[in-house]
């Protein structure tokens, strides 16, 4: 997360005193999290509030990324991939493959309540595929 934060402050300046060669081959996996076949990559990021988190798809499995809406700060915003409102939602859904992303794809989350928030992959939840977000002050 303080690379990726890091690249977004120093971006231009970076450029400006010469290193966008080195800079452009970082900018290429501007995520916080990525999603393997049975994981999230890392499994638990800190952050502080205010930041996003960006989640990628690097598999060729099909994911979500499902806030447990008891398991997030009570103030907090839910969240899940798809834009759904609650977690019954997101699992009604999912029965469609809603919200699900492919290789590739992204979703990002900005966090404005400190807390820890555990969220889950759906189609890969009882092979543990589960992660959490820490937001600090």
Same mark, same amino acid.
């Given at each position: 997360?303080?690379?990726? #934060?890091?690249?977004?402050?120093?971006?231009?300046?970076?450029?400006?005193?010469?290193?966008?060669?080195?800079?452009?081959?970082?900018?290429?996996?501007?995520?916080?999290?990525?999603?393997?076949?049975?994981?999230?990559?890392?499994?638990?990021?800190?952050?502080?509030?205010?930041? #996003?988190?960006?989640?990628?798809?690097?598999?060729?499995?099909?994911?979500?990324?499902?806030?447990?809406?008891?398991?997030?700060?009570?103030?907090?915003?839910?969240?899940?991939?798809?834009?759904?409102?609650? &977690?019954?939602?997101? #699992?009604?859904?999912?029965?469609?493959?809603?919200?699900?992303? &492919?290789?590739?794809? #992204?979703?990002?989350?900005?966090?404005?309540?400190?807390?820890?928030?555990?969220?889950?992959?759906?189609?890969? &939840?009882?092979?543990?595929?589960?992660?959490?977000?820490?937001?600090? &002050?």
């Amino acid at each position: 997360m303080y690379r990726r #934060r890091f690249l977004e402050r120093a971006g231009t300046a970076g450029v400006a005193v010469g290193t966008s060669l080195a800079l452009a081959g970082c900018l290429a996996d501007q995520y916080d999290v990525g999603m393997t076949a049975t994981g999230f990559v890392p499994e638990e990021v800190t952050v502080e509030v205010g930041d #996003r988190v960006v989640w990628e798809n690097t598999s060729v499995r099909g994911h979500t990324v499902t806030a447990y809406e008891d398991a997030i700060p009570e103030a907090a915003d839910y969240f899940a991939s798809g834009g759904f409102e609650s &977690e019954a939602a997101a #699992r009604d859904a999912w029965s469609d493959f809603g919200g699900r992303l &492919e290789n590739g794809d #992204r979703f990002s989350h900005t966090f404005s309540v400190p807390g820890r928030y555990d969220y889950v992959c759906i189609p890969h &939840e009882t092979g543990g595929m589960v992660g959490a977000v820490i937001v600090e &002050e």
